[in-house]
């Protein structure tokens, strides 16, 4: 039953690993875009295992490609032995790579992706000094929570890492919020030349950003900010960390990568969640003068085994083959433009904002920009009780996120949004 479950996860589990729901549900099986949990209540999924369900759920063709690589009797060999799966994936990587000379580290997570990242860019810089951006998360080991700026994910004070930081797109509150995009772009371009000036040394490492900023509540700075910090960077020999390990593989629907929305190309991309489709799948690419700068041995025992990596060569097909990437526009569009019309006019609902199928809703308390996580929380669970399943975020918990399967239909679409503008409208207050 789920409520043993539950009081038996409460005695071996940390208190500090957070659960879903005032009643927290056991999920036990699934299908395309739905799931079904313990007791036997189905639902549409617009959260996918946190963004990482990318081609939803019993996928013949993920299923049948990991079969085939448990027939074979080989499950893990290390990277110590030729993986066929591993390099055939890393080369299909390395060609969308936006690098012409890439190369590619598989990892298990998005935080061990980040690490490598951080790791390879000051050896290649021989310095400790990054930039890093207000509100962004990137992970939770002890580097990854150093360039994290959200105080309720960073769960040491202890840093490895010389950080300085950058304003983050946030155009609800803070110092560039009501600036025009143009502004913004000129403003945080003028607050980087000033940071290297006053808060570095001058032998900054890198700079690691997420085109959109995923645990901080899917806030993005206007297009063209990366470009504008780069070309501030290549000033310095700074290297520019992208991390895609939200944004990538088409989410954002007008693109392949988030940063592609910057006309620029990072020394070094990391990614996970999706590729894996849930199987323990990430890593990063970048230029091989970079990624080469490693001075000592170093592998990742599990990263890139032959089962992940025969799921990750199925997941990127199947992904193109079906052209997902333009799906993830189309109706993440309908879920858009029909929050938009249907919320985006309640005083509560300080912004509608996102890219594809990656959208967030920030609840405010009326006529102000004051957060209301007590107002997030209720459309939250109301959204439950109407058969979806949704994530939280921000820096405030106030924030409803929404990041489907990338294989979501039209029709499934208009059913999830019925079911969210239902949930905000009935908990706002607002009539029928």
């Known amino acids: 039953m789920t409520d043993d479950l539950l009081a038996r996860h409460r005695a071996v589990l940390p208190s500090w690993m957070p659960l879903y729901y005032a009643e927290p549900i056991e999920l036990v099986s699934g299908s395309g875009r739905r799931v079904t949990d313990a007791q036997g209540r189905s639902y549409l999924d617009f959260f996918g295992g946190v963004l990482t369900n990318m081609i939803g759920y019993d996928i013949p063709e993920i299923r049948e490609a990991v079969e085939r690589q448990l027939a074979t009797g080989i499950v893990h060999t290390s990277t110590l032995y030729l993986i066929r799966q591993q390099v055939e994936l890393a080369?299909?990587?390395?060609?969308?790579?936006?690098?012409?000379?890439?190369?590619?580290?598989?990892?298990?997570?998005?935080?061990?992706a980040n690490e490598a990242a951080l790791l390879v860019a000051t050896n290649h810089r021989r310095s400790h000094q990054v930039l890093a951006v207000r509100n962004s998360y990137h992970g939770r080991s002890y580097a990854a929570m150093g360039v994290t700026g959200n105080r309720n994910w960073s769960a040491s004070g202890l840093n490895p890492l010389q950080v300085a930081w950058l304003h983050s797109g946030d155009r609800v509150r803070g110092l560039l919020a009501r600036l025009s995009?143009?502004?913004?772009?000129?403003?945080?371009?003028?607050?980087?030349?000033?940071?290297?000036?006053?808060?570095?040394?001058?032998?900054?490492?890198?700079?690691?950003?997420?085109?959109?900023?995923?645990?901080?509540?899917?806030?993005?700075?206007?297009?063209?900010?990366?470009?504008?910090?780069?070309?501030?960077?290549?000033?310095?020999?700074?290297?520019?960390?992208?991390?895609?390990?939200?944004?990538?593989?088409?989410?954002t629907g007008e693109h392949f990568w988030g940063y592609q929305a910057h006309g620029v190309t990072p020394d070094l991309i990391t990614f996970a969640k999706g590729i894996g489709n849930g199987f323990a799948l990430a890593g990063v690419v970048g230029r091989a003068e970079v990624l080469e700068s490693v001075s000592a041995i170093s592998f990742s025992t599990f990263g890139g085994n032959p089962i992940s990596t025969a799921?990750?060569?199925?997941?990127?097909?199947?992904?193109?083959?079906?052209?997902?990437?333009?799906?993830?526009?189309?109706?993440?569009?309908?879920?858009?433009?029909?929050?938009?019309?249907?919320?985006?006019?309640?005083?509560?609902?300080?912004?509608?904002?996102?890219?594809?199928?990656?959208?967030?809703?920030?609840?405010?308390?009326?006529?102000?920009?004051?957060?209301?996580?007590?107002?997030?929380?209720?459309?939250?669970?109301?959204?439950?009780?109407?058969?979806?399943?949704?994530?939280?975020?921000?820096?405030?918990?106030?924030?409803?996120?929404?990041?489907?399967?990338?294989?979501?239909?039209?029709?499934?679409?208009?059913?999830?949004?019925?079911?969210?503008?239902?949930?905000?409208?009935?908990?706002?207050?607002?009539?029928?």
């Open 91 to 112: 080369e299909k990587i390395a060609q969308r790579s936006g690098n012409p000379d890439a190369r590619v580290f598989f990892t298990n997570s998005g935080t061990e």
């Open 311 to 432: 799921a990750g060569n199925a997941v990127l097909d199947y992904l193109l083959e079906h052209d997902l990437q333009a799906n993830a526009a189309r109706v993440g569009a309908i879920l858009a433009d029909g929050l938009r019309s249907a919320v985006g006019g309640l005083d509560c609902v300080a912004e509608v904002r996102g890219k594809g199928l990656m959208l967030g809703v920030e609840f405010v308390r009326p006529g102000t920009s004051e957060p209301d996580p007590a107002l997030t929380n209720r459309v939250f669970e109301a959204a439950r009780e109407g058969g979806l399943l949704a994530g939280k975020g921000g820096l405030h918990g106030n924030v409803l996120r929404m990041g489907p399967p990338l294989t979501l239909t039209e029709e499934e679409a208009r059913e999830g949004l019925a079911i969210l503008v239902d949930a905000i409208r009935s908990c706002a207050g607002v009539a029928a």
């Open 181 to 251: 995009p143009d502004e913004q772009v000129d403003a945080a371009v003028e607050d980087l030349r000033e940071v290297l000036a006053t808060q570095t040394a001058g032998d900054v490492a890198a700079l690691i950003a997420e085109p959109i900023q995923g645990v901080g509540g899917f806030v993005h700075p206007p297009d063209g900010l990366f470009a504008g910090w780069k070309k501030v960077l290549d000033e310095h020999g700074i290297l520019f960390i992208a991390d895609e390990v939200q944004t990538g593989w088409g989410r």
